[in-house]
Each structure stands twice: as structure tokens, then as C-alpha cells.
């Protein structure tokens, strides 16, 4: 089956994954990379950085544009996302990687917001999930929507702290279907793990 | 591993979800910035009058109603921090009847009852009262509260839930909100394991759908 992840324009998937150590310029070039800049203003030592730091240099990148940036609290959510080791924290080639995404995703969210206003409707929400291919049964989306809309309006940050929840999730399932059937067997210590490592 | 036959889940916290008692005070989950209760005359039927000041303290627009951000200057951690989002979220969806995203003075006071249940639960589980739950105080409280889950699952709550330091512990709203998760997730599983052989097969539609209604 067909997991969301085939690259789409804008799309919920990322095929990047650079290859080298973590931390530190992997690679000639890197060092210039403007990215870069970025994350080793606020990386420590260790050339890791956590939810306060991951915000920060979000903010300072100025991928949210226009829009207020991003919650301490979906930052979180971003980091458990592409923490392979579950350190609770991302080296410079996860953050690049979570950097491509998070501008995919917001070029789809840019696409939907005509008036500028920094938020979605419920409708369009759905339209945008749709296209980035997770297929969600009707009481998901409902559950959703209702979850991430203010007087029903979705702001960037919810939008995105969506996203990231719908990918990790996926990125879970797909791990434990090796054969890609599209179903897992599912252990009830590794459902919990699986569900609350998000 | 898994734990023994017939029976690989938790049990629920003990005591029902609604305790009596006085609203929480002291260290724990206080009333924040508005110290003690206001004279709390004419309180709703059924309701505790000291419930009923407290509400109206929070109630900072005297709508009638308290809202994520409103409940959230009203509770606090024992190192003053006040609660965190996702746990004000979760408690106000709990109590929320209407699905508006607010409760009421009913709400709120079934709400007091409920966060003095966990706040007990967290006193007994904090061995050395030292305001948060470390590690081995995590583990303890799990198998406890019935759970079999591993260390390694110990050691990535901690490392999501609690803030970056050399003895990384939990303070009371991320414990309420782990322990929430807990009981709704293996709520979720056991309503698919009909067998309760501790094993699903799930689509990943399904799983989704599970998940996403579910850890809201």
C-alpha cells in the first residue's frame, strides 16, 4: 500500500536524510549553509539542540514568516518526530531535515490562506490533509478539527503541531509494516510506547 | 514483556475520579496568584462553596465559564511554574460537557476533585517530597498503579516530559497528563482487543483514527 510520503508538491513526506555524523559540518559546504548559521547559534557543545533552543532558531530562520512562531509545546513535538535516538534532542542534519518539512507544509498552508490571516478553516484543513495524502476516516477529521480549531479557525502553529503529530504517527505505523500491507500487529506495551512517544 | 496471562493491562488509578474534599492549597497545585478564597456566597446547589470563590477568582472575564488559558494562571507546580497546555486541554475536554472548550461551575468543581485525586496520588509516589517524580519514582509509580512497562519507556517519558538536567524529574501537570494518556490509550487498545489477548492487528487508517480521537 501506498503510505502519505510518495513526494508531493508541499507534501507530509521528506525523503532527505542526509548521511554523515551528527553535529558539526558533515560534509564541505555545510558550514556555509545558512541553515547552519542558525542551528549553531544556538546548539551547545554537544551540537544538539532541545525544545527552547529548536524554537529559537526556528524564530531566527524565519520560517514562520508571517506568522507567530511556533509554541514551545509544538516544538516538542517537531523534535520527537525525527528523534531516532529519543535523546530529546535534534543534531543539525535532523534539523534540516525538520526544516524542508516544516517549509512544505507551510507552503500547502500559505496555499489555503488567501486573506493573509494566519488561519485556516475547518474545510480546508481537511482539503489540506487530503492532499498530503493521509487518509483519514470522516470521525478522525471531525476529531481533528475540532481539536485544532479556535471558534472554527486553525492557526499555523495547531496546523503544524497537526502535521507533525499525523507524521509521527505514520512514520510509527510504517516501521512495524515491514511487508507494507498496511496493518500491524500491535503489542500492547508497544502501542503505548508507539502512541506516547509523540 | 508482557504481564500475566489474562490480564495485560493496568488497573485505573484507585479511588474513583471524584474524591471529596477541599480544594487543593500548599505547594501543589494552588490556587496561584489569587491566594486564598474570596467570600464565596451563594454557591450553585451541589457545589462546595470554597469550589465556587475559587471559580469565580478564575473566572478572570466573569463569563460563567473557564476557558484552557484561564484554568491555566490557577494551577501550579510545586516549582511555581503554572500548568502546562496539553494538561489544561485534557482536563477541560474531560469536563467539558458541551464541547466548547470551557467548563462551567460544575465542571470546575468535579475538575478540583479530580486534579486532589492525582495531586494525592503524586505526593505518595514523590518518596522523597521533593516536589517532582524522578526516574525510579516514575517506575514505581507504573508498576503500582498495575502498569508492566519497560525502563526504556520510563526513560523517554522523562526525556519528553521533563525538562533537560543532570536528574530530570516530572512535575504534577505532566504527571496528570502521562497518567491521562495512559488510562485513554489503553482504553483505545482494549476496546479493539475484544479477546484481551494484549494484541491488536490494526490498519493504518484505523490507527490513526484510534489515535487522533482518542489523545486529543
Redesign the interface.
Known amino acids: 500500500?501506498a503510505?502519505p510520503g510518495q513526494p508531493v508538491p508541499g507534501g507530509g513526506f521528506y525523503q532527505g536524510g542526509y548521511g554523515g555524523a551528527p553535529g558539526g559540518p558533515a560534509f564541505p559546504g555545510q558550514a556555509q549553509d545558512p541553515l547552519y548559521g542558525y542551528f549553531a547559534a544556538v546548539a551547545g557543545q554537544d551540537g544538539q539542540i532541545?525544545a527552547d533552543e529548536l524554537q529559537r532558531c526556528l524564530t531566527q530562520s524565519g520560517i514562520a514568516g508571517a506568522y507567530k512562531p511556533f509554541?514551545l509545546?509544538t516544538c516538542?513535538l517537531m523534535i520527537?518526530m525525527l528523534d531516532r535516538d529519543?535523546?530529546?534532542?535534534l543534531g543539525f542534519n535532523e534539523f534540516k531535515e525538520l526544516w524542508a518539512v516544516v517549509n512544505g507544509w507551510k507552503q500547502h498552508f500559505v496555499s489555503f490562506d488567501n486573506d493573509r490571516s494566519g488561519t485556516v478553516d475547518r474545510q480546508e484543513l481537511e482539503k489540506a490533509l487530503m492532499n498530503m495524502g493521509?487518509?483519514?476516516?470522516p470521525?478522525?477529521v471531525t476529531?481533528?478539527t475540532?481539536?485544532y480549531s479556535?471558534r472554527g479557525k486553525i492557526t499555523f502553529d495547531d496546523y503544524i503541531a497537526c502535521c507533525v503529530?499525523?507524521r509521527a504517527?505514520?512514520e510509527c505505523?510504517r516501521r512495524r509494516?515491514a511487508s507494507q500491507q498496511?496493518?500491524?500487529?500491535?503489542?500492547?506495551?508497544d502501542?503505548?510506547?508507539c502512541?506516547?512517544?509523540i | 514483556g508482557g504481564g500475566p496471562p489474562g490480564a495485560p493491562y493496568g488497573q485505573p488509578p484507585p479511588g474513583g475520579p471524584y474524591g471529596g474534599g477541599a480544594a487543593p492549597g500548599g505547594p501543589y497545585g494552588g490556587p496561584g496568584p489569587y491566594g486564598g478564597a474570596a467570600p464565596g456566597g451563594n454557591a450553585p446547589p451541589g457545589v462546595d462553596p470554597e469550589a465556587f470563590s475559587w471559580f469565580q477568582a478564575v473566572d478572570a472575564d466573569h463569563s460563567g465559564y473557564i476557558s484552557v488559558k484561564e484554568l491555566k494562571q490557577a494551577l501550579l507546580n510545586s516549582n511555581w511554574s503554572t500548568f502546562n497546555d496539553e494538561t489544561c486541554l485534557l482536563m477541560i475536554n474531560m469536563f467539558d460537557k458541551t464541547r466548547s472548550g470551557r467548563i462551567d461551575v460544575y465542571g470546575f468543581s468535579a475538575l478540583l476533585r479530580f486534579i486532589q485525586q492525582w495531586k494525592n496520588l503524586f505526593q505518595q509516589y514523590d518518596r522523597d517530597q521533593s516536589g517532582s517524580i524522578s526516574f525510579s519514582e516514575l517506575q514505581q509509580a507504573f508498576s503500582q498503579m498495575g502498569y508492566n512497562l519497560s525502563p526504556q519507556f520510563s526513560q523517554l517519558l522523562l526525556s519528553r516530559y521533563a525538562q533537560r538536567s543532570s536528574n530530570p524529574s516530572i512535575q504534577l501537570d505532566r504527571f496528570i497528563q502521562i497518567c491521562m494518556q495512559l488510562q485513554s490509550t489503553t482504553d483505545a487498545f482494549r476496546e479493539k482487543d475484544t479477546g484481551l489477548v494484549g494484541n491488536v492487528r490494526l490498519s493504518y487508517e484505523d490507527f490513526l483514527t484510534m489515535v487522533m480521537t482518542r489523545m486529543m
Not at chain 1, 86 to 89: L, Q, R, V
Not at chain 1, 134 to 137: A, D, G, K, Q
Not at chain 1, 182 to 189: A, C, E, H, L, S
Open positions: 500500500m503510505f532541545d509554541n509545546e516538542r520527537s529519543m535523546s530529546g534532542t493521509f487518509r483519514l476516516s470521525q478522525a476529531a481533528i475540532r481539536r479556535t503529530k499525523l504517527l505514520t505505523f509494516d498496511g496493518f500491524v500487529n500491535f503489542q500492547y506495551d502501542f503505548i510506547q502512541v506516547m512517544s
